[in-house]
């Protein structure tokens, strides 16, 4: 795991998704996309997990105006481009498969579960997204 703490931008792997979303002609069907693959599988891999819970942060950015903490200088900026991008037809998938990634049946879960000092904090950041994006 490329993960240094808790936050969703906090992993090597979730800027690994940054430039596909940024360059995508179709944000929400990209978006619809990796939720579809957390949500269709009987076991959330570790880099689908991370897909999910970046798209949805973005969205939860755009959306709600949520900070987070990130090493993309640029990742304010595009997130305000975003600002008239219509995610409701994504946004029930995307909390979905945040509890899909937070499940028993997914690797990230498990990964997080065994550090117990960061994994309280790491469940919270997710279920807070999911709330702010399902409320």
Request: contains cysteine; charged residues 25%; aromatic residues 12%.
């Amino acid at each position: 795991m490329g993960a240094w703490n808790y936050g969703v931008f906090d992993d090597d792997t979730a800027y690994d998704y940054l430039p596909d979303l940024k360059e995508s002609n179709n944000i929400v069907a990209l978006m619809a996309q990796y939720f579809d693959d957390v949500l269709s599988a009987d076991y959330v891999e570790y880099d689908n997990g991370v897909a999910a819970l970046v798209a949805a942060a973005v969205i939860d950015s755009a959306v709600n105006g949520t900070v987070y903490r990130c090493d993309e200088e640029e990742l304010p900026e595009w997130i305000a481009t975003l600002s008239a991008t219509e995610f409701s037809p994504i946004i029930s998938k995307a909390g979905a498969a945040i509890t899909a990634v937070l499940s028993e049946k997914s690797e990230l879960q498990e990964l997080w579960f065994e550090n117990k000092e960061l994994y309280p904090s790491w469940l919270k950041e997710k279920e807070d997204i999911r709330e702010r994006l399902t409320k």
